[in-house]
């Protein structure tokens, strides 16, 4: 038996095998489920006895967070940390680290395959096509992607790689992201601007920021107020940045032209839900970050980071400012 054990609190593999690989002979890797009750007091007694915690979508709450007796390392398969109490993991001394990048290409394409998809009209194309209608109006009018504007909103690394492949296609690209200055944008053939202005200026407005409490419902009915009727919105990034109701309603009057949709605020959204088969709206299951590549190499960054804090070494990507 291995010196430590660390919980894999949730995932959706196949198996293991590459975090027991990481971390053969060092520690011992379980399911949070496996063996065990569905009881609170099942769960607790096993996320106690944890020396480390590979999380996915698991709800590690400032209560469950608290109760953690043993543990050196809350690693995250994954970009966001929304889901982890991470301000209780700091006070007591439990770096949390995620995985940054490991989707980077994946996310971007997929962002810049939703625009396409909006700006070409393929969806309806398709259903015309499907439906025998051979209907070559039902897109009607189309624009040259050269000659419109897509703003980014976030400019982080997947915004950045966004910018570049833009760059192949000839639009005007605006950014706005709080944090940054124009220096940060100097490279990039992009204009910086506030967030109203780019509301107002661009064509497609696509979204890479993380959901904090200043991002939630970002775009919300007052935002799609300010957008042109001729915009389309994507959203890669966070379902709970936009208000999907208001976004619903602006399609609807005709305040808002399209969507491309990877994520939502509720996963997966009601049967019933307007934006889920709306004739605007191109949506995809919140895959935007997959391929086998991409998958892969979240584990196994997330494996090693609970490695080096069980090994006393340094870790990589601490979101909460614990280190080892």
Known sequence: MAAYTVVVTDHDFEEL????????????????????????????ERLAEADGILNLRYDLDADAVARLGNCRIIARYGIGVDNIAVDVAAARHI????????????VATHAITLVLALARDVVRYDDSVANEAWDRDVGVPLHRLSTQ??????????????????????????????????????????????????????DYVTVHSPLTESTRDLFDADAFA?????????NVARGPI??????AT?????ALAGAGLDVFP??????????R??????????????????????????????????????????????NV
């Open 95 to 106: 770096p949390v680290t995620n995985v940054p990048d490991y989707c980077l290409e994946e």
């Open 277 to 322: 088969d709306h004739e605007r709206v191109v949506t995809t299951p919140h895959v935007a970050w997959y391929s086998e590549e991409a998958n892969a190499e979240r584990r196994r960054a997330a494996a090693e980071n609970v490695l080096a804090a069980l090994q006393g070494e340094e870790i990589e990507n601490v979101v909460n400012g614990v």
């Open 266 to 275: 509720e996963e997966p959204p009601a049967a019933n839900h307007p934006l």
């Open 17 to 44: 095998s590459i975090e027991r690989a990481v971390l053969r002979g060092v520690a011992d890797v379980v399911e949070l489920t496996d063996g065990i009750g569905d009881t609170a007091e099942d769960v607790t």
């Open 149 to 202: 504007t897509v703003g980014i909103v976030g400019f982080g690394a997947i915004g950045q790689a966004v910018a570049e492949r833009l760059g192949g296609f000839g639009p005007d690209v605006l950014v706005s992201d709080p944090y940054l200055g124009p220096e940060d944008v100097a490279g990039f053939d992009a204009e910086l601007v506030e967030f109203e202005e780019l509301l107002a200026r661009s």
């Open 250 to 254: 602006a399609l609807d009057s005709g």
């Open 226 to 234: 300010r957008m042109k009727d001729s915009a389309s919105l994507i």
């Open 242 to 247: 936009v208000d999907a109701d208001a976004l």
